[in-house]
């Protein structure tokens, strides 16, 4: 399984996404750091904001019809909106 975050720089909610992979039960040496540096690439990659978590390339928590774009990201948790997934829905995804 590979686990990239694709984020911009000054995104304040990568070291929240992290944190979170880590307390999911992911060894933070694997995770792999894209950095999506301008509109344009966002667009090219498919890119739905900062912080995205794509397992095995894929945004598992992007709805089909979400546009990409170079902007911060919100991810609806049991808290409320949040700027990462929670531990239990990171578990979820990241579940065989």
């Avoid at 979170?20 to 890119?47: H, M, Y």
């Amino acid at each position: 399984m590979e686990i990239t975050v694709q984020y911009f720089e000054g995104c304040p909610n990568v070291r929240l996404v992290t944190e979170r992979l880590a307390a999911a039960g992911v060894d933070p040496a694997v995770v792999r750091f894209v950095e999506v540096v301008s509109q344009p690439d966002a667009e090219a990659i498919g890119f739905r904001g900062s912080p995205t978590v794509l397992v095995d390339d894929e945004d598992r928590f992007a709805a089909a019809s979400a546009p990409a774009g170079f902007a911060c990201r919100v991810y609806r948790t049991d808290s409320g909106f949040e700027g990462a997934p929670s531990v239990e829905q990171l578990q979820a995804v990241l579940a065989p």
